[in-house]
Each structure stands twice: as C-alpha cells, then as structure tokens.
Nanobody, 126 residues
Framework: QVQLAESGGRMVQTGDSLRLTCAVT????????MAWFRQPSGMEREFVAG????????YYPGSVRGRFDISRDNGNDIVYLQLNSLKPEDTAVYYC???????????????????WGQGTQVAVSS
C-alpha cells in the first residue's frame, strides 16, 4: 500500500521561505509522477508543482513559477517543495500526490493522481 506523509508546514511571515517534505512508502517511487497541490480554506484544490519520475520534467502554474521549486530524491523516496518569497495568498493546506505516467498536459489535474497525503498547513502572515 502506498502512503504519503507531508511535513514542514508552519506559520511564517511574508517574504519568508519554507521547505515542505513528502515521504512516500510502498510502491515504486521512481515510477510515479509527483505533485503538490494546495487548498485554501473554502476554496478549490489547485495545482502548484509537478515533477516526472526521473525528475527531468517540472511544471508550475504561473501563480508560483519562479517562487516555488519541486525536487525529488529517488534514493530516499522523498519529494520536496521549496517555497520562497511567500505571500499571504499562499496560505493553504498543501497536499502531496502520486500518480502513474502523467503527461505535461494533464499534470495539473487532480484526477490523474491515485495517492494523496493528509496535507500540511502553511500560514503566511502579512
């Protein structure tokens, strides 16, 4: 059984940086496309970063491109999300997700991902 566990979320101030970690157990980690989504309170879940199994392809929406960086360690089955220049609008629960072979065209679609973590809260104060 594949399980995902996020950590690293906390309250920070505007402009701060934070690194989120997602540890994956079970399955073949290097075969999974990994992604981070976030869900602000009362709003829809949105895609913030995705990375292919090899790590060679990364994709970000315009809202976070240049500020967020996704990476993975296939030796330790971990995926990271580095958040820089944080803004109050980045406040949300951040979720890690894993899926099979996913193309760049569908990487932002939550329905493409089979496994999800429980989320970690990031709060950015102004």
């Amino acid at each position: 059984q594949v399980q995902l566990a996020e950590s690293g979320g906390r309250m920070v101030q505007t402009g701060d940086s934070l690194r989120l970690t997602c540890a994956v157990t079970g399955g073949t980690f290097s075969s999974y496309t990994m992604a981070w989504f976030r869900q602000p309170s009362g709003m829809e879940r949105e895609f913030v970063a995705g990375i292919s199994g090899s790590g060679n392809t990364r994709y970000y929406p315009g809202s976070v491109r240049g500020r967020f960086d996704i990476s993975r360690d296939n030796g330790n089955d971990i995926v990271y999300l580095q958040l820089n220049s944080l803004k109050p609008e980045d406040t949300a629960v951040y979720y890690c997700a894993a899926g099979g072979s996913i193309t760049k065209l569908t990487m932002a679609m939550p329905q493409e991902y089979v496994y999800w973590g429980q989320g970690t809260q990031v709060a950015v104060s102004s």
